[in-house]
Structure formats: C-alpha cells, structure tokens
C-alpha cells in the first residue's frame, strides 16, 4: 500500500515520496493572530494533524513547522482599537490559540516561528529577489515583480491577465501609483508614524505577508520541502505569490506537494464575519460541545471537500463520539473483568482496511467508518457489563478488537480523556483557582501580559482555560 496524495499543483492524486525518506518536510500556513481562531482554523489543523499522525504511524520521520503571523495591518487596527500594544494583541490570541489547540488533541508543532523573529531572513531574501532584478523600492515599500516570475500562475491555474480579481486585499489601496505592474506584491512595506516598524535597507517598516512563510520555510528547511499545507482560500494569493518569490530567489521548487483543505459553510453559506455566521472554536467549546465530537465531526468529511457546519450534524457527531468513546474505555474500566493481558493483540485485517482508505488521499469518512465497526461489539459489552453481565469466553476474544481500536482511534487523534472537564476536590485545585483569579484580576486592569503569561504557565501543567461568554472562566485538564 502507498499514500496517495491530491497535489494541488499538478490537479491530480499522486504517490508520496519524500525526498529523503524516511525524513518529511512540512510547512503548514498558520495564524495572523489579531483574533480568536474559528471553525475554519479547527478544520485545517486537525485534517494536517491526521496526516502528520498517519505518516508517523507509516514510519516516517515528520518534521511539522507552523508559523505565526505575528505583525499585520490587522493586528496594528486591532490594538489602535483596544488602545493595547500589537505585543498585547498577539500573545494574547497565541496563548488562546494553543489552549484551542491543545482542547483538540492537535500536536504541537516542532517549532513555530514568527515573522518579527525571522526578520534577518525575510530581508535577505529580499535583497537576493533585488539583485537578481526581480524587487523594486519605492517611497520605502519593496515589491515583487511578477513579470520576473517564471510561469506565475502555476499553483492556482490564473495569469496575469486573470489576477485583478484577486489580487491581495492586504496591499494599501494608495499604493497602486507607485507599482511596475498592478499586480506585484508587497515585500517590505514602509511604516506610517503611528505604526510600529524594524529598521531594515529600505527604511523602518514590516514585512509583507506573502515573504514572511517564504523566508521561515527556507530558515527551516532550506530550498525545497515535501508538503506545504493550507487552506483553499490560500491559494490564491499567497501560495502562488509564495512560489513566485522563493523559486525567483532560489532556482528551485518550494515544496513538491501542496495540500488545501475545504472551506466550512455554516447551515450551507459560507461562513463569514460580514454574515453573522461566524463561530469561533472557543464559543463551540463554551457550549459544551465536546472537543472530540468536534474532531469527529470534521473529520466525517473528506477534506478537499466543503465542511457543513449545522447544529444537527454536530448533534449527531456528539451522539457517533459517545458510542466511540465508551467502546475505547471498556478496556480500562472493566480490566479486572476482562483480564485483557496480550498488547500485541490487533485486528490486521481492519488496520489494512485503515490504512487502505487514508491511503486515498486522506479519506477519513472511511477510516472513522473502520473505527465504528470496530466499535460496535465493544460498546456491547460495556452495557452488558454496567448492567451486570458476567464475562464470557467469546468477551476474551475481542482483546485485539479494542486495542485496534485504541490504537487506530489515535491516529485520528480520538482518544477518550484527550480534554476533561476537571472533577473538584484534587488536591491542586485551590491553586489552580487562585491561578484563574489572578488572571482575571490582570485581565480587568488590561495587564494582558501577566493574563497570557498565567495562561501559558498554566498550560504547561496541563490546564486549558476556558472563558465563557458570562465573563467567568471555567478549566479542563488536557
């Protein structure tokens, strides 16, 4: 069996081969962190964290690199508004964005860079870009020339005739004047008095968007990587933009897959601001919603395709992860019955059925389908052992049904327990409740600081908090 990938670049499945097995080089686009993370983002990162945990399950060495977009326009109006500082604004929603993460059962990245730590970098690259004819200054912006790109265009199937339509809504609309080509592409972008900036060859100022992933990719991994990973809505732009840049500047491909995920329409229109529509991570999980219904409910999509998100469809994904989950704890809670002894028990046959359907390009509908057939007679005896059935010869035989279970269930990342609402009384409560306090009383006075820096301390012990829309904050181990 091989892994087949969709490659957006060449519009077709393709057989995965890294370029240095059994090592496999990932990059995944991640956050400009002015907000809080919504549905989209919890469906991108756990269909990448699914083939991350796949191709660690296959026996591959995965390197899994995540950046954060620390510094944006965005970010800038977000603390003008707050009358807080961008430092503020974006340890703020990291912190936030790990806790979501975390709540999710997605694993850490090996590393995230930030592009105001990757500035050295991303100027060097756009000194080499100028060198070779292919930057231009102006007023103390930099710009790409996208006439200077070979086949610019490639990823996303457009030319230049076709991009107005698309061009990047992250470019000034003044800066048209001062452009070769109405479609070139911020590099460096000039600092107004009221913004802050770094020094930098063509004056103070910030990094563009797309430069920021071609410059950490490059610190990472050098020229060329295995996967780059995003969303669809990435595609155009900024992949394509990201391409143009670092294959100008190199001479060699950026990445030999790239993998993009479906858009999230809310009761079948597309989820948006402007809409009303809009539903962040940490509002699903204030409501209750458990974060592996969450993650099951996604993954019952293939994920190229459009994710639907309604109320009855995550009903009935609470409803397909209770079953799950007391089919993948009969083990634990009914060992001394079982006297289940034997860890290399397993179902071969059901892993090849796994392993044959994410090896489709990632078709977690059938995988999640191998897990609940799986399932089925362990959740039987669960209820017949809570009701006080006795253990019988044929119970003994489904040892290696629940451990495949177990098993296969995590490299979906469904694991039971994986984020609990905590029981009171343990011994550490009253300090973790003095923790919460502390921070609530920071959060009050608008020391965002020491708020996101109890967040993360507490994180690190394993305590996701959870602020709920009444104002109090309620914690989960993780």
Same mark, same amino acid.
Request: proline share 4%; hydrophobic share 40%.
């Given at each position: 069996?091989?892994?087949?990938?969709?490659? %957006?670049?060449?519009?077709?499945?393709?057989?995965?081969?890294?370029?240095?097995?059994?090592?496999?080089?990932?990059?995944?686009?991640?956050?400009?962190?002015y907000?809080?993370?919504?549905?989209?983002?919890?469906?991108?990162?756990?269909?990448?964290?699914?083939?991350?945990?796949?191709?660690?399950?296959?026996?591959?060495?995965v390197?899994? +690199?995540?950046?954060?977009?620390?510094?944006?326009?965005?970010? @800038?109006?977000?603390? !003008?508004?707050?009358?807080?500082?961008?430092?503020?604004?974006?340890?703020?929603?990291?912190?936030g964005f790990?806790?979501e993460?975390?709540?999710?059962?997605?694993?850490?990245?090996?590393?995230?860079p930030?592009?105001?730590?990757?500035?050295?970098?991303?100027?060097?690259? +756009?000194?080499?870009?100028?060198?070779?004819?292919?930057?231009?200054?102006?007023?103390?912006?930099?710009?790409?020339a996208?006439?200077?790109?070979?086949?610019?265009?490639?990823?996303?199937?457009?030319?230049?005739?076709?991009?107005?339509?698309?061009?990047?809504?992250?470019?000034?609309?003044?800066?048209?004047?001062?452009?070769r080509?109405?479609?070139?592409?911020?590099?460096?972008?000039?600092?107004?008095?009221?913004?802050?900036?770094?020094?930098?060859?063509?004056?103070?100022?910030?990094?563009g968007?797309?430069?920021?992933?071609?410059?950490?990719?490059?610190?990472?991994?050098?020229?060329? @990587?295995d996967?780059?990973?995003?969303?669809?809505?990435? +595609?155009?732009?900024?992949?394509?933009?990201?391409?143009?840049q670092?294959e100008?500047?190199?001479?060699r491909?950026?990445?030999?897959?790239?993998?993009h995920?479906?858009?999230?329409?809310?009761?079948?229109?597309?989820?948006?601001?402007?809409?009303?529509?809009?539903?962040?991570?940490?509002?699903?999980?204030?409501?209750?919603?458990?974060?592996?219904?969450?993650?099951?409910?996604?993954?019952?999509?293939?994920?190229r395709?459009?994710?639907?998100?309604?109320?009855?469809?995550?009903?009935?994904?609470?409803?397909?992860?209770?079953?799950?989950?007391?089919?993948? !704890?009969?083990?634990e809670?009914?060992?001394?019955?079982?006297?289940?002894?034997?860890? !290399?028990?397993?179902?071969?046959?059901?892993?090849?059925?796994?392993?044959?359907?994410?090896?489709?390009?990632?078709?977690?509908?059938?995988?999640?389908?191998?897990?609940? %057939?799986?399932?089925?007679?362990?959740?039987?005896?669960?209820?017949?052992?809570?009701?006080?059935?006795?253990?019988t010869?044929?119970?003994?035989?489904?040892?290696?049904?629940?451990?495949?279970?177990?098993?296969?269930?995590?490299?979906?990342?469904?694991?039971?327990?994986?984020?609990?609402?905590?029981?009171?009384?343990?011994e550490?409560?009253?300090?973790?409740?003095?923790?919460?306090?502390?921070?609530?009383?920071?959060?009050?006075?608008?020391?965002?600081?020491?708020?996101?820096?109890?967040?993360?301390?507490?994180?690190?012990?394993? +305590?996701?908090?959870?602020?709920?829309?009444d104002?109090?904050?309620?914690?989960?181990?993780?």
């Amino acid at each position: 069996m091989v892994l087949r990938l969709h490659n %957006t670049l060449t519009g077709r499945q393709e057989v995965f081969t890294p370029r240095q097995p059994p090592a496999v080089s990932i990059y995944c686009c991640g956050v400009t962190v002015y907000d809080a993370c919504h549905l989209g983002h919890a469906r991108s990162y756990i269909v990448w964290d699914v083939l991350r945990r796949y191709l660690r399950w296959k026996g591959f060495a995965v390197r899994f +690199i995540q950046n954060f977009t620390d510094i944006d326009d965005k970010i @800038i109006q977000r603390a !003008q508004a707050e009358g807080s500082t961008v430092e503020a604004v974006t340890e703020r929603n990291i912190a936030g964005f790990f806790a979501e993460m975390d709540a999710l059962n997605i694993l850490r990245a090996d590393n995230y860079p930030r592009a105001t730590r990757c500035l050295g970098q991303i100027q060097s690259m +756009i000194t080499r870009l100028e060198a070779k004819g292919a930057a231009y200054s102006a007023d103390g912006d930099v710009y790409f020339a996208v006439t200077k790109a070979h086949r610019y265009g490639k990823l996303s199937g457009r030319d230049l005739q076709q991009q107005q339509e698309g061009a990047s809504g992250r470019l000034a609309v003044d800066d048209t004047d001062r452009k070769r080509h109405p479609f070139d592409f911020a590099l460096w972008k000039r600092s107004r008095p009221d913004e802050p900036g770094y020094p930098s060859p063509w004056g103070t100022g910030r990094p563009g968007w797309h430069i920021e992933c071609s410059a950490m990719v490059h610190e990472a991994f050098g020229d060329t @990587i295995d996967i780059h990973l995003g969303g669809a809505d990435l +595609i155009f732009p900024h992949h394509e933009n990201e391409i143009a840049q670092s294959e100008t500047a190199t001479g060699r491909p950026l990445a030999n897959f790239w993998l993009h995920n479906g858009m999230v329409n809310v009761d079948a229109t597309k989820m948006s601001k402007s809409l009303g529509n809009f539903t962040t991570i940490q509002a699903l999980l204030d409501e209750g919603i458990h974060p592996m219904a969450l993650r099951l409910f996604v993954l019952q999509a293939h994920y190229r395709k459009p994710l639907d998100f309604t109320r009855e469809a995550m009903a009935a994904a609470t409803s397909g992860w209770e079953g799950l989950e007391i089919a993948l !704890q009969v083990g634990e809670r009914h060992d001394a019955q079982l006297g289940w002894s034997d860890p !290399q028990q397993r179902c071969r046959d059901q892993h090849e059925a796994f392993a044959h359907t994410l090896d489709n390009d990632l078709n977690s509908s059938g995988a999640l389908a191998v897990l609940f %057939t799986l399932a089925r007679p362990l959740r039987a005896l669960a209820h017949r052992l809570q009701r006080g059935g006795e253990v019988t010869a044929q119970d003994h035989g489904l040892e290696g049904t629940w451990r495949s279970l177990v098993e296969l269930a995590g490299v979906l990342g469904l694991e039971a327990g994986a984020a609990t609402e905590n029981a009171p009384g343990t011994e550490d409560d009253a300090t973790i409740a003095a923790a919460v306090e502390e921070r609530r009383v920071a959060r009050q006075n608008r020391d965002f600081a020491t708020a996101d820096r109890i967040r993360a301390q507490l994180l690190s012990q394993g +305590i996701t908090l959870v602020d709920r829309p009444d104002g109090a904050t309620h914690w989960l181990r993780t």
